[in-house]
């Protein structure tokens, strides 16, 4: 009788922890929660507790104080944590079919890009996470990425040679980026501002987002809208724990990744509004250039990339409307 007790106890104290890993998540980004990816996880958080009717709770986590995106998505992979919301930058790492989405100019703008990444060509690329232990639920979005530097102001690609610029832990951004010249160092997220302000690199890309979020016209002078790569965002879960779910919570995860996507494409159109005022006012000299410019100096390397992935592949990403 008292090892059937002691049987019980023990199952009941698996069962209960169990269900408590099961009833709370992480998920991290590596800028501020004041940001569009911090808009993007704060909703996530509460679209899947109110789906869930409280059964499931996600902690969010900012500032990469979780490590950065590319620790996030090795967490999430190995499944020491569940969840991580992430630009494409480190992604190709992993699953390297990804990669076409960093070409520069590829997109003609945010509304094409969008229309791709939900579209046939989007969630066909959702499904090449599956393999490598991933559950991709949505692409969301990081914006398009504008150069900034606190050397000089980059009105032309021949601006931009001898600059040494932190860029992604992506092949395609340091491929693309060393056809302009830039000396490219690949860094972490976290890392980044301390670097701008020690003068170990001269510049950084990014969207307006991340640039008014991470604070960057503290330590830098010149911002040229170079418009140069749109970049994703992705909701990425580990698949063996999406697997453990229920068809219904499933389905509340990825609703929930939805709601969120919206969100987040709402502060990145928001912030690119209002950006180019803001980042004047507090000092930054915002340079409008050619950007066709920009687009005819990396000819040579656009023909590296139609060799590397297909010009057909790259074709029918272009023919979207």
Known sequence: MKLRIVAAAIGMAVLSSVASAQASMKISISVAQNSHQGIAIDTFAKEVETRTKGRIK???FYSGSLGGERESIEAVQLGTQELTFTSTGPVPNFVPEARILDIPFLFRDKAHARAVLDGPIGQEMLAKFEPKGFKALAWGENGVRHMTNSKRAVNSPEDLKGL?????ENPVHIAAYKGFGIVTTPMAFPEVFTALQQGTVDGQENPLSVIMAAKFEQVQKHLSLTGH???PAIFLMNKAAFDKLSAEDKASFIEA???AVKANRGRVDEDDAKGVTELRAKGMQVIEVDKSKFVNA????NVEFEKQFGKANLDRIRAVK
């Open 58 to 60: 996600v902690q969010p």
């Open 298 to 301: 990396l000819a040579p390397v």
């Open 229 to 231: 790569v749109y970049s």
């Open 257 to 259: 990744a939805k709601v």
């Open 164 to 168: 040494k610029m932190r860029t992604m």
